[in-house]
């Protein structure tokens, strides 16, 4: 059974930082089998992309809302996939979600924005940005 655990969320100050982490486990689970991305999903709208990484953390993709205020990285020996986020501003707000993606082939680099592109979710953590 594969779990995704996010921490690091919780309540900000506009124009502050947090960084989020999303620890990877399980038996059979193989972290540098998966890339990984993050959504969020604020009350009563869909959820949304916010950022991929490939399988090595050589190629990155952020959503429309994010580029250059969100840094998405990973750590292959920790299991471990983060995202750096600055300049935080209210309409951040949501619960984040960290997702998990098999690569069949590693050679090939793609990075889909729709949630039902990846196979594994964790439980999420709430970010709240407000004064």
């Known amino acids: 059974q594969v779990q995704l655990v996010e921490s690091g969320g919780g309540l900000v100050q506009p124009g502050g930082s947090l960084r989020l982490s999303c620890a990877a486990s399980g038996r059979s689970f193989i972290f540098s089998s998966h890339a990984m991305g993050w959504f969020r999903q604020a009350p009563g709208k869909e959820r949304e992309f916010v950022a991929s990484?490939?399988?090595?953390?050589?190629?990155?993709y952020y959503g429309v809302n994010v580029p250059g205020r969100f840094t998405i990285s990973r750590d292959n020996t920790q299991n471990t996939v983060f995202l750096q986020m600055n300049n935080l501003m209210p309409e951040d707000t949501a619960v984040y979600f960290c997702?998990?993606?098999?690569?069949?082939?590693?050679?090939?680099?793609?990075?889909?924005?729709?949630?039902?592109?990846?196979?594994?979710w964790g439980q999420g953590t709430q970010v709240t940005v407000a004064s």
């Open positions: 990484i490939n399988w090595s953390g050589t190629s990155t």
């Open positions: 997702a998990a993606r098999f690569v069949l082939d590693a050679t090939v680099v793609r990075h889909p924005t729709t949630p039902t592109a990846y196979d594994y």
